[in-house]
């Protein structure tokens, strides 16, 4: 695992774009698999920006999304296709159909789910994850729990989440209490993981994430297991790292 301290958000935003603008560059066709909430919107901003001025070129990408809230219909906006709409694929070259988010309102869940596995699978599994993180070490919506699930699953949310993301809803009744999203073994078959976290409230997770040990109740620890993980953090949310036992740590100023 790699750590990347930057000074501040713009900072982290800017290193995590450059990491997708590299490879969309390497491999113009390559799969992203792209995260919602508010880490990565700067991130966004900065490949708009680069598809703008013609740095990358996204008519070849193909995009799959970790997760929807169950009942939202993607024109909800509070729906994670709409944010992914407005924060990046209407201002980028991208094809629409080539952009994936479960269906938040699929009648048949199960085989939504199983379908979204296989439609990964068939593109040929994802070349880079983009990963926010929960306060309590949610990856997608993989909460804390006595076991992980592996793949494109059915989900409730914990009170904790469902207080944290209550700020983007009327009122904390509005936010659903289930959603659909990505397993861990989805997540960890990914060629590479970019895990983005700014803020003094991410700071606790993110040590945890990067120095704790591995536990289902830190969804995210598993990722000490993957072997190409880059973790972008501001220096808030970089405040509890014991940088002296902490390996490959590389800070960015
Ligand atoms: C949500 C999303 C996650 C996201 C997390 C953190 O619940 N499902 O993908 O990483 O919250 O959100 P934020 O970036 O707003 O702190």
Known sequence: ??????????????????????????????????ATGSTPEGMYSNLVLMNRVGQIDFSKVTSFNLDEYRGLKGDHPQSYRYFMDNKLFNHVNINKNNTFVPSGVAEDIQKEC??????????????????????????????????????????PLTKET?????????????????????????????????????????ASIISKLVDGKIDTEIPASILQVHNNVIVVVDEDAAAELNLNITTNVEIVK
């Open 1 to 34: 695992m790699k750590v990347i301290i930057t000074k501040n958000y713009d900072e982290m935003s800017k290193v995590a774009a450059w990491e997708v603008a590299k490879l969309i560059k390497e491999k113009p066709d390559c799969i992203l698999g792209l």
């Open 114 to 155: 199983i379908e979204y596995d296989e439609r990964i699978r068939n593109a040929g599994g994802i070349d880079l994850q983009v990963l926010g993180i929960g306060g309590n070490g949610h990856i997608g919506f993989n909460e804390p729990d006595s076991f992980l699930h592996m793949g494109t699953h059915l989900t």
């Open 162 to 202: 469902i207080e944290a993301n209550a700020r983007f809803f009327e009122n904390e009744d509005e936010v659903p209490k289930e959603a659909i999203t990505m397993g861990l073994g989805s997540i960890m078959k990914a060629r590479k993981i970019l895990l983005l976290a700014n803020g003094k409230k991410k």
